[in-house]
């Protein structure tokens, strides 16, 4: 298996989660991030609803795609925040059925996340989504990061010999000395990184030089 960088600009793409700042939206967008998540699971310390105004995010000139980040919504809930904030991508977190992943698919690009413990069958586990989603993101073990939780790397060895078939995302702990190791990886559907926690001053406040220092270093 080869290591892939599938980003339109030769280098892997950077997924920036947790934003909850208009001005920091826009500086991700000026540093040319390719997705930027907000999180609409209320009960992360990340939580987007109550800080972003809708209108003025999805009238915003940007390139990033916007991704809405979801937790066992209603399937109403996610069609309002596609329409109010101008989603390009939507991301389920939790048990969400390939129906439902079917049903938005017909509005927006679709990630579906899995939390790992490290013992799945990850060819088993992803079948059923195969035809109704974009992407999918394999997270860490304990509760999902881009929820708030526990920031844990799983060993990404056990997707090494998975047959994924479709373009996924790496997510879980990962910081800026983790470059040399992403690189390292190895599958030919590798399509880019989730970041959050470990680039931030603050729940929910990245800190931009970090950020900035990761992109120039996975190049």
Sequence with gaps: MEYICASKKGTMNIKVSGITEM???????????????????????RYAGDK???KEVKKADLDIKKVGIFH???LIHVLDAIDEYGLEVVQLYGEESPEMCEDLSAEVEVIKA??????????KLIAPYDAVCDYYLFDTTGLAESLGGIEQQFDWGILSKAKIEKPFFLCGGIGVGDVAKIKAFRHPDLFGVDINHKFETA???KDMSKILQFKVAMK
Excluded: R
Excluded at 37 to 44: A, C
Excluded at 114 to 123: H, M, N, S, T, Y
């Design 72 to 74: 066992n919504p209603e």
């Design 52 to 54: 972003l105004n809708g």
């Design 203 to 205: 729940p929910g406040i």
């Design 23 to 45: 001005k920091q939206l826009q500086q991700l967008d000026g540093l040319d991030i390719d997705f930027a998540g907000l999180i609409f699971h209320k009960g992360s310390s």
């Design 114 to 123: 899995f939390v790992l413990a490290g013992k799945e069958k990850i060819d």
